[in-house]
Nanobody, 118 residues
């Protein structure tokens, strides 16, 4: 059973930066897609970025391209999201998700709040 804990959220001014971490335990991340999602009040959860396990393929949503960077450590237990040039519309709860590439197995963390003031 994979456990996920996100951290690194907080309050930042517009134009600022934060680095979110997704720390996993209970299983290594081999054969898991790891993705970052966010959900703002009154809005649906949306995907931000994801990284595959075997080849490290990365994808970003258009609204974060050039501002956010996803990375995975060599031990494959932590996935980070570096967020730069943050704007008030980036305010949301940010979630980490692990989805098995081999079959059933989808896990969510509890989320971390990011608030960007104008």
């Amino acid at each position: 059973q994979l456990q996920i804990v996100e951290s690194g959220g907080g309050l930042v001014q517009s134009g600022g930066s934060l680095r979110l971490s997704c720390v996993t335990s209970g299983s290594d991340l081999d054969y898991f897609f790891i993705g970052w999602f966010r959900q703002a009040p009154g809005k649906e959860r949306e995907g931000i970025s994801c990284v595959s396990s075997v080849y490290g393929n990365i994808a970003y949503a258009d609204f974060v391209k050039g501002r956010f960077t996803i990375s995975r450590d060599n031990a494959k237990t932590t996935v980070s999201l570096e967020m730069n040039s943050l704007q008030p519309e980036d305010t949301a709860v940010y979630y980490c998700n692990a989805d098995s590439e081999l079959g059933p197995g989808n896990y969510w963390g509890q989320g971390t709040q990011v608030t960007v003031s104008s």
